[in-house]
Protein backbone atom coordinates (compact mmCIF):
# COMPACT_ATOMS: atom_id res chain seq x y z
CA UNK A 1 0.00 0.00 0.00
CA UNK A 2 1.57 3.21 -1.25
CA UNK A 3 1.44 6.12 1.69
CA UNK A 4 2.03 9.51 1.97
CA UNK A 5 3.30 10.74 5.20
CA UNK A 6 2.72 14.83 5.45
CA UNK A 7 4.09 17.07 8.76
CA UNK A 8 3.24 18.92 10.06
CA UNK A 9 -0.72 18.31 10.45
CA UNK A 10 -1.49 21.41 12.41
CA UNK A 11 0.38 24.69 11.86
CA UNK A 12 -0.16 28.18 13.97
CA UNK A 13 2.04 30.99 12.51
CA UNK A 14 2.27 34.79 13.12
CA UNK A 15 2.50 36.82 9.36
CA UNK A 16 5.98 37.24 8.31
CA UNK A 17 7.60 34.09 9.71
CA UNK A 18 8.36 31.27 6.94
CA UNK A 19 7.15 27.44 6.96
CA UNK A 20 8.06 24.55 5.71
CA UNK A 21 5.69 21.38 5.06
CA UNK A 22 7.02 17.78 4.32
CA UNK A 23 5.63 14.68 2.36
CA UNK A 24 7.68 11.55 2.71
CA UNK A 25 6.97 8.16 1.32
CA UNK A 26 8.79 4.95 0.53
CA UNK A 27 7.21 4.72 -2.83
CA UNK A 28 7.90 6.29 -6.25
CA UNK A 29 5.41 8.74 -7.48
CA UNK A 30 5.44 9.53 -11.22
CA UNK A 31 4.48 12.93 -10.04
CA UNK A 32 3.89 15.18 -6.88
CA UNK A 33 1.15 18.00 -7.00
CA UNK A 34 0.07 20.00 -4.16
CA UNK A 35 -3.58 21.03 -3.61
CA UNK A 36 -4.57 23.80 -0.85
CA UNK A 37 -8.33 23.29 0.14
CA UNK A 38 -10.27 26.43 1.69
CA UNK A 39 -13.14 25.56 4.25
CA UNK A 40 -16.26 24.76 2.22
CA UNK A 41 -14.39 24.51 -0.97
CA UNK A 42 -12.97 21.66 -3.07
CA UNK A 43 -9.02 21.19 -3.24
CA UNK A 44 -7.49 23.37 -6.39
CA UNK A 45 -3.91 22.60 -7.42
CA UNK A 46 -1.11 24.86 -6.48
CA UNK A 47 1.57 22.68 -8.56
CA UNK A 48 2.71 19.91 -10.01
CA UNK A 49 6.58 18.46 -9.82
CA UNK A 50 7.40 15.55 -12.47
CA UNK A 51 11.30 15.20 -12.12
CA UNK A 52 13.70 14.29 -9.42
CA UNK A 53 15.09 17.30 -7.60
CA UNK A 54 12.47 19.72 -9.45
CA UNK A 55 11.86 23.51 -7.90
CA UNK A 56 8.85 25.32 -8.75
CA UNK A 57 8.07 28.96 -7.28
CA UNK A 58 5.34 30.28 -7.19
CA UNK A 59 5.55 33.94 -5.48
CA UNK A 60 6.05 32.99 -1.87
CA UNK A 61 5.92 29.40 -2.48
CA UNK A 62 8.42 27.14 -3.09
CA UNK A 63 7.72 23.50 -3.80
CA UNK A 64 10.73 20.90 -4.22
CA UNK A 65 9.92 17.35 -5.30
CA UNK A 66 13.02 15.04 -4.24
CA UNK A 67 15.85 13.71 -6.27
CA UNK A 68 14.79 10.12 -5.91
CA UNK A 69 10.58 11.34 -6.58
CA UNK A 70 9.93 9.86 -3.19
CA UNK A 71 9.42 13.41 -1.13
CA UNK A 72 8.25 16.70 -1.70
CA UNK A 73 8.41 19.91 0.11
CA UNK A 74 6.54 23.13 0.88
CA UNK A 75 8.31 26.12 2.02
CA UNK A 76 6.22 28.99 2.37
CA UNK A 77 8.40 32.72 2.94
CA UNK A 78 6.97 35.54 4.94
CA UNK A 79 3.62 33.48 5.47
CA UNK A 80 0.36 36.51 5.25
CA UNK A 81 -2.90 35.22 6.73
CA UNK A 82 -4.13 34.70 3.20
CA UNK A 83 -2.50 31.75 2.73
CA UNK A 84 -4.59 30.29 6.06
CA UNK A 85 -5.64 27.12 4.79
CA UNK A 86 -5.71 23.27 4.11
CA UNK A 87 -2.73 21.79 2.38
CA UNK A 88 -2.22 18.55 0.90
CA UNK A 89 0.62 16.58 -1.00
CA UNK A 90 -0.80 14.10 -3.55
CA UNK A 91 1.75 11.48 -5.19
CA UNK A 92 0.21 9.53 -8.61
CA UNK A 93 1.33 6.52 -9.33
CA UNK A 94 1.49 5.71 -13.18
CA UNK A 95 0.74 1.97 -12.19
CA UNK A 96 -2.10 2.10 -10.55
CA UNK A 97 -3.20 5.26 -11.97
CA UNK A 98 -4.34 6.68 -8.33
CA UNK A 99 -3.68 9.95 -6.63
CA UNK A 100 -2.38 8.99 -2.89
CA UNK A 101 -3.37 12.15 -0.71
CA UNK A 102 -1.38 12.90 2.71
CA UNK A 103 -3.00 13.36 5.58
CA UNK A 104 -3.15 17.48 5.13
CA UNK A 105 -1.49 20.29 6.69
CA UNK A 106 -3.98 22.87 8.72
CA UNK A 107 -1.98 26.39 8.36
CA UNK A 108 -3.28 29.01 10.40
CA UNK A 109 -1.61 32.53 9.76
CA UNK A 110 -2.68 35.03 12.54
CA UNK A 111 -1.97 38.78 12.25
CA UNK B 1 -19.44 28.08 -15.16
CA UNK B 2 -18.70 25.83 -12.88
CA UNK B 3 -16.27 23.15 -13.66
CA UNK B 4 -16.95 20.25 -11.77
CA UNK B 5 -20.39 20.69 -9.70
CA UNK B 6 -22.04 18.17 -7.28
CA UNK B 7 -25.40 18.32 -5.80
CA UNK B 8 -26.38 18.84 -3.02
CA UNK B 9 -23.71 20.72 -1.19
CA UNK B 10 -25.34 19.66 2.49
CA UNK B 11 -27.31 16.46 3.30
CA UNK B 12 -28.36 15.31 6.59
CA UNK B 13 -30.32 12.06 6.74
CA UNK B 14 -31.85 9.75 8.95
CA UNK B 15 -29.54 6.19 9.79
CA UNK B 16 -31.14 3.75 7.42
CA UNK B 17 -31.46 6.03 4.60
CA UNK B 18 -31.00 5.76 0.95
CA UNK B 19 -29.63 8.84 -0.47
CA UNK B 20 -28.05 9.73 -3.78
CA UNK B 21 -25.38 12.81 -4.72
CA UNK B 22 -25.01 13.96 -8.31
CA UNK B 23 -22.14 15.23 -10.17
CA UNK B 24 -21.17 16.78 -13.53
CA UNK B 25 -18.19 18.24 -14.96
CA UNK B 26 -18.03 20.43 -18.52
CA UNK B 27 -14.54 19.86 -19.22
CA UNK B 28 -14.40 17.79 -21.36
CA UNK B 29 -12.50 15.34 -18.88
CA UNK B 30 -12.89 10.99 -20.03
CA UNK B 31 -12.26 9.99 -15.78
CA UNK B 32 -14.36 10.84 -12.98
CA UNK B 33 -13.82 10.10 -9.30
CA UNK B 34 -15.25 10.07 -5.83
CA UNK B 35 -13.42 10.91 -2.93
CA UNK B 36 -14.61 10.38 1.06
CA UNK B 37 -12.58 13.00 3.41
CA UNK B 38 -12.80 12.33 6.82
CA UNK B 39 -13.37 14.46 10.02
CA UNK B 40 -9.28 14.29 10.17
CA UNK B 41 -9.30 15.93 6.68
CA UNK B 42 -8.22 12.61 5.09
CA UNK B 43 -8.30 12.52 1.46
CA UNK B 44 -9.52 9.18 0.23
CA UNK B 45 -9.81 7.51 -3.09
CA UNK B 46 -13.61 5.92 -3.21
CA UNK B 47 -13.97 5.02 -6.82
CA UNK B 48 -12.95 5.87 -10.44
CA UNK B 49 -14.69 5.55 -14.19
CA UNK B 50 -13.16 6.28 -17.03
CA UNK B 51 -15.49 6.70 -19.85
CA UNK B 52 -18.35 5.06 -18.21
CA UNK B 53 -16.35 2.17 -16.87
CA UNK B 54 -15.80 1.69 -13.08
CA UNK B 55 -11.43 1.31 -13.21
CA UNK B 56 -11.25 1.90 -9.71
CA UNK B 57 -13.14 0.44 -6.77
CA UNK B 58 -11.01 0.91 -3.26
CA UNK B 59 -12.21 -1.36 -0.49
CA UNK B 60 -15.70 0.49 0.12
CA UNK B 61 -18.94 -0.96 1.33
CA UNK B 62 -21.16 -2.32 -1.23
CA UNK B 63 -24.00 -0.02 -0.08
CA UNK B 64 -22.08 2.74 -2.16
CA UNK B 65 -23.01 2.39 -5.75
CA UNK B 66 -21.60 4.72 -8.10
CA UNK B 67 -23.67 5.11 -11.80
CA UNK B 68 -22.11 7.04 -14.67
CA UNK B 69 -25.03 7.77 -17.05
CA UNK B 70 -22.22 9.08 -19.55
CA UNK B 71 -18.51 10.45 -18.87
CA UNK B 72 -19.95 13.90 -18.33
CA UNK B 73 -21.61 12.44 -14.69
CA UNK B 74 -20.88 10.21 -12.21
CA UNK B 75 -23.85 9.82 -9.45
CA UNK B 76 -23.29 8.39 -5.91
CA UNK B 77 -25.97 6.16 -4.23
CA UNK B 78 -25.65 5.07 -0.90
CA UNK B 79 -28.25 2.30 0.24
CA UNK B 80 -28.82 2.01 4.45
CA UNK B 81 -27.33 4.83 5.24
CA UNK B 82 -24.48 5.05 8.79
CA UNK B 83 -23.41 7.16 11.51
CA UNK B 84 -20.06 6.57 10.13
CA UNK B 85 -20.60 7.63 6.76
CA UNK B 86 -20.92 11.49 7.63
CA UNK B 87 -18.32 12.71 5.70
CA UNK B 88 -17.16 15.57 2.98
CA UNK B 89 -17.58 13.69 -0.18
CA UNK B 90 -16.05 15.04 -2.99
CA UNK B 91 -16.44 14.25 -7.12
CA UNK B 92 -13.56 15.18 -9.40
CA UNK B 93 -12.41 14.83 -13.00
CA UNK B 94 -9.09 14.37 -15.01
CA UNK B 95 -7.65 14.01 -18.48
CA UNK B 96 -6.75 10.05 -18.95
CA UNK B 97 -3.38 8.82 -20.01
CA UNK B 98 -1.91 12.46 -18.43
CA UNK B 99 1.43 11.49 -16.69
CA UNK B 100 0.44 14.32 -13.80
CA UNK B 101 -3.49 13.07 -13.67
CA UNK B 102 -4.04 16.58 -12.42
CA UNK B 103 -7.63 16.29 -10.85
CA UNK B 104 -10.61 19.24 -10.89
CA UNK B 105 -12.67 18.53 -7.54
CA UNK B 106 -16.12 19.67 -6.91
CA UNK B 107 -17.04 22.06 -3.78
CA UNK B 108 -18.03 18.77 -2.03
CA UNK B 109 -21.12 17.41 -0.33
CA UNK B 110 -21.39 17.19 3.29
CA UNK B 111 -23.02 14.44 4.85
CA UNK B 112 -24.49 13.82 8.21
CA UNK B 113 -26.57 11.08 9.32
CA UNK B 114 -28.01 11.13 12.37
Known amino acids: TQLLEQSPQFLSIQEGENLTVYCNSSSVFSSLQWYRQEPGEGPVLLVTVVTGGEVKKLKRLTFQFGDARKDSSLHITAAQPGDTGLYLC???????????FGQGTTLQVKP | DTAVSQTPKYLVTQMGNDKSIKCEQNLGHDTMYWYKQDSKKFLKIMFSYNNKELIINETVPNRFSPKSPDKAHLNLHINSLELGDSAVYFC?????????????FGAGTRLSVL
Open chain 2, 92 to 104: ASSRPGQRKNIQY
Open chain 1, 90 to 100: AGHSSNTGKLI
